[in-house]
């Protein structure tokens, strides 16, 4: 590599700020006041938290500070696979700050909320139509959450029909949180391996599948990046008994706009519009994890469902086989509000946009795999998984290899996940990163890799250049810091 981007650059340290205050100075000046001080009782206030006094100057430079310190996707290529860190552009931003959006209260009546609530009941049919199923409730707050409210449904779906049945099947390439959300409704999650290519075989299915188990978990593409190719006859197998397929859609970014989820056999789908329809996500939030179902389980949708009728939008909760509520209100209103300017903005390019991914992804993974192991040598959807195996001949591990890329001046990779795969670097490109910058970063994990062959030792005391330097992650764990 001819020349890093990382650098240590101008970095500027601080002392706490109750050190760097002196007592009388103000960032603010308040107004006179027009009525009589008047103290609390201070048996009922106490002494009032010990803020440092500061001046305008060092509000403003404590905050640029921070911000010099941080990584974002503003700043930089977000490899994170499994994430889909995918930049958000910034009309989604304008869109969702417009005063009659972001100031709308969501107990305002119905009469006084129509564009809000056309915006909702049209973000709904779009997402039917990009998915190819019937229904969509868009009150999940999160992956998560969308995936629980999968697991009602089926329970829901069961129930009406007088059955209780008491296992899912969850394959070992599902999303982690798959097992969580099965066991909150009671199931039991048995455990399917992948064949050798990295996806689900239907033998493996048909033989775990039977009458008490109300459905499988799957992943689709799954978290190895590769698509699982025998859905359809998986989905007839469950299908077959009596149960439900449920899909996390976490992954829908190499796929929208080209597969048709209920063709293939999808009763329940949840999003991620927080990674798929370009709102930012991280550092616990905001997301929103809409679900889409087929007609069937239409009825035990989350309530209030926006409705239309004669030109009238209202939120409606006389819906009987309903679920429940699932949120204080409707959900994250922001977050649908991106994903809606995103997908009017994008239009039929949403289908390009996964097809840069899928291809970006399977550059980086031709680029690379004759330097790195590659466990599935077949093409991948939006993300590729490699190994440290041909690494740890010099005793480097995935931990210094992506510790020594933040050097070069990138954000390290999903690590450790999935963990079918034994020390996996998972890295998912998105489609909004340029050949140019792809390229850099292949050289530099090509450069790395190389040192790991040359210079272990380097990478063991990696990262150098940064702010922070190797922490002792064995101590923290042992001895974690929880005062805050």
Not at 58 to 74: A, E, I, K, M, P
Not at 271 to 279: A, D, G, P, W
Not at 284 to 307: A, D, S, T, Y
């Amino acid at each position: 590599m001819k020349e890093s981007l990382g650098t240590t650059g101008l970095i500027l340290n601080e002392p706490l700020l109750w050190g760097k205050g002196k007592k009388g100075r103000r960032a603010f000046s308040l107004p006179r006041r027009d009525v009589e001080t008047f103290l609390l009782n201070e048996d009922l206030t106490g002494e009032g938290p010990d803020f440092p006094d500061l001046s305008e100057v060092d509000v403003v430079r404590h905050y640029t500070r921070l911000s010099t310190w941080n990584f974002g996707v503003d700043t930089g290529m977000y490899p994170l696979g499994s994430c889909t860190m995918k930049y958000n552009p910034k009309t989604n931003e304008r869109q969702a700050s417009l005063p009659g959006l972001a100031g709308a209260h969501p107990l305002l009546p119905g009469s006084l909320s129509q564009g809000t609530l056309r915006m909702m009941f049209e973000l709904e049919r779009y997402l039917s139509e990009i998915t190819g199923m019937d229904a969509v409730s868009l009150q999940p707050a999160a992956g998560a959450h969308g995936e629980f409210t999968g697991m009602l449904l089926i329970y829901a779906y069961h129930k009406s029909k007088g059955e209780r049945r008491s296992k899912i099947i969850v394959p070992d390439t599902a999303h982690g949180t798959n097992p969580a959300s099965a066991t909150l409704c009671g199931y039991q999650s048995i455990p399917v391996k992948s064949n050798e290519e990295g996806i689900l075989s239907p033998e493996a299915v048909a033989k775990v599948m039977d009458e008490d188990t109300a459905g499988i978990m799957v992943t689709n593409p799954n978290t190895l990046g590769l698509f699982e190719e025998n859905i359809k006859e998986i989905a007839e197998i469950v299908h077959s008994k009596g149960g439900q397929v449920y899909c996390d859609g976490a992954n829908m970014n190499a796929v929208m706009g080209i597969v048709h989820m209920g063709e293939i056999g999808i009763d329940v789908l949840h999003l991620n519009l927080h990674k798929t329809f370009s709102t930012p996500h991280g550092g616990g939030g905001p997301g929103c994890g809409p679900v889409c179902v087929r007609k069937h389980l239409e009825p035990f949708l989350p309530v209030p469902r926006v409705i239309e009728e004669n030109g009238i939008y209202s939120l409606s909760e006389d819906i009987p086989e309903s679920i429940g509520r699932l949120h204080a209100f409707y959900g994250n209103f922001g977050v649908m509000i991106k994903a809606y300017s995103y997908i009017l903005s994008m239009g039929a390019n949403l289908k390009k946009a996964s097809q840069l991914a899928v291809l970006n992804a399977n550059y980086i993974k031709e680029k690379l795999k004759d330097v790195f192991h590659l466990p599935y040598d077949r093409p991948c959807m939006h993300e590729c998984v490699f190994s440290d195996k041909i690494q740890e001949a010099n005793k480097v591990t995935t931990l210094d290899m992506v510790k020594r890329l933040m050097d070069y001046g990138f954000h390290p990779p999903t690590i450790y996940f999935p963990l079918v795969v034994h020390g996996a670097i998972m890295i998912e490109p998105t489609e909004t990163e340029s050949k140019e910058d792809i390229d850099l970063f292949i050289e530099a994990l090509k450069a790395i890799a190389l040192e790991a062959k040359e210079n272990p030792d380097l990478l063991h005391d990696a990262p150098s250049r940064c702010k922070v330097k190797r922490l002792d992650e064995t101590t923290a764990a042992r001895k974690p810091c929880l005062a805050g």
